[in-house]
């Protein structure tokens, strides 16, 4: 498996941009699809954007499509999420995850997980 730690988190105003980050351990980040998922108190966890191994492929979530970007760079293991045009609807705590499933979207088939960081706009 591999460790996931993410940063970034903050409080933002709407309409604003946030970039959060997901530092990943070990020599395999790279062979891993990787995902973010966000979760707010009473709520499932809801799958928001993921990147394939290979190629990069992203997919999207309809609520974020064209606002949100996730990229990754496997020379230095880490993952990003880049926020922009941030709705308060968008408050929750966001989590990297890592999966060996090709195009995951199920939280259930990501094998690791950070601990997640929040992110709050307000209105």
């Known amino acids: 498996q591999v460790q996931l730690v993410e940063s970034g988190g903050g409080s933002v105003q709407a309409g604003d941009s946030l970039r959060i980050s997901c530092a990943a351990s070990g020599r395999t980040f790279g062979t891993y699809t990787m995902g973010w998922f966000r979760q707010v108190p009473g709520k499932e966890r809801e799958f928001v954007a993921g990147?394939?191994?290979?190629?990069?492929?992203?997919y999207y979530s309809e609520s974020v499509k064209g606002r949100f970007t996730t990229s990754r760079d496997n020379a230095k293991n880490a993952l990003y999420l880049q926020m922009n045009n941030l709705k308060p609807e968008d408050t929750a705590v966001y989590y990297c995850?890592?999966?060996?499933?090709?195009?995951?979207?199920?939280?259930?088939?990501?094998?690791?997980w950070g601990l997640g960081t929040q992110v709050t706009v307000s209105s």
């Open positions: 990147i394939s191994r290979g190629s990069g492929r992203q």
């Open positions: 995850a890592a999966s060996n499933a090709f195009g995951a979207t199920n939280p259930a088939v990501f094998d690791s």
